[in-house]
């Protein structure tokens, strides 16, 4: 029941179509084997295999030193500076040849990528580094409560590049700059120092559901946060089917109030969240609850969950995120409150 918010995506986030469309390879990635887009924010993105296949057949189609200039970048993300490619035994020459042909582009001043190169990546290494933070979490596929805008990671000493529409948000830390998209763990890290507590635990939480972050990657994100954000850490779930349900927990959770996750309801199915046991709370993300037919299942479920002696409170996107004393009032009315 992932949601998808009512603004458009970043334009950096949208992907050219045809090709591969994930950070390992159109977006490239640092230090981390890539894996499925599962973003409803970035509608463009394609789900596709885990596992890139080693030569692109674009690439494949491409013969001699043309083909060997992109083999290069292929191997490396598809952007890569020029001293890497030169170093796989690649001509000036062939890297002048390509460019002009159309099937690489010059970035920067020293610095190549494909064309089919993921533009968040490609802005990302025009400034002078990788894609970080919360857009790096937006490209992994992570829920992310707002547009990201366009972070870059520029290693401890790396200083940042103008070019044209630049408004990134710089991230400096210990290691040297290189392109692509920062492993998750160090995107979760840099997002707690960015994001509100509630946006980071909602990411958190998502990356957890995707299978972005395993037991020893939670273990090295929490040594790295304040304390304030280690207690928050302390009712993280890796069951959370959207950021909603994510927001909704943590908020009540400061009242006090304490929610069943997931329930199985007989008649019903599975309900988002149980109450005192006899209140269910539906949190509705539209891409799965638009629609005609979909208004009608919800009503049959509404239906049977009276049947059943329960109570019904049905919550969207847009009471959860910008009318939350009003979602607020009328879970602690329910409650007798």
């Known amino acids: 029941m992932s949601p998808r918010p009512s603004h458009q995506p970043h334009p950096l986030l949208r992907f050219r179509r045809g090709g591969p469309r994930r950070p390992g390879w159109s977006g ?18 394609a789900r596709d295999a ?22 290069a970048l292929e191997a490396r993300g598809g952007v890569a500076p020029a001293r890497e490619i030169l170093g796989q035994g690649v001509t000036r020459a062939a890297l002048a040849r390509a460019a002009r042909d159309g099937l690489v582009v010059r970035v920067r001043h020293g610095v190549y990528a494909l064309g089919r ?31 990201p805008g366009l972070h870059v990671w520029l290693g401890d000493k790396g200083r940042a590049h103008a070019h044209p529409g630049c408004r990134c948000t710089d991230h ?43 037991a020893a990657d939670r273990i090295t994100i929490r040594s790295a946060l304040p304390s304030r954000l280690r207690r928050v850490l302390d009712i993280a779930r890796g069951d959370a089917e959207s950021g909603l349900e994510s927001l909704l ?56 969950a009276a049947a059943a002696g329960y109570e019904k409170l049905r919550f969207d996107y847009a009471l959860v995120v910008y009318s939350w004393p009003l979602v607020e009032a009328a879970i602690l009315r329910r409650l007798g409150r």
């Not at 885990?50 to 043309?66: C, L, N, Q, T, W």
């Not at 400096?172 to 700059?177: L, P």
């Open 249 to 304: 927990r943590l908020r009540l959770a400061d009242r006090g109030i304490r929610l069943d996750c997931q329930v199985p309801v007989i008649g019903v199915g599975g309900v988002d969240f149980v109450l005192a046991g006899r209140i269910i709370l539906e949190v509705d993300g539209r891409e799965n609850h638009d629609g005609p037919s979909m208004r009608h299942k919800d009503l049959v479920r509404d239906a049977a």
């Open 50 to 71: 885990p596992a890139p296949p080693r030569i692109d057949r674009g690439v494949a189609r491409v013969g001699g030193v043309s083909g060997r200039v992109m083999e």
């Open 117 to 147: 190169t993921s533009p968040a990546v490609v802005a990302a290494a025009a400034h002078g580094g990788a894609v970080a933070c919360v857009t790096a979490l937006a490209l992994w596929g992570v829920w992310v409560l707002a547009d």
């Open 28 to 45: 490239g990635h640092v230090g981390r084997r890539c894996l499925l887009h599962r973003n409803p924010r970035c509608p463009d993105i």
């Open 172 to 214: 400096h830390g210990a290691g040297r700059a290189a392109f692509g998209v920062v492993p998750i763990a160090d995107a979760l890290v840099q997002a707690a120092r960015c994001l509100s507590r509630e946006a980071f635990f909602a990411a958190y939480e998502s990356a957890w559901r995707l299978g972005l972050i395993g």
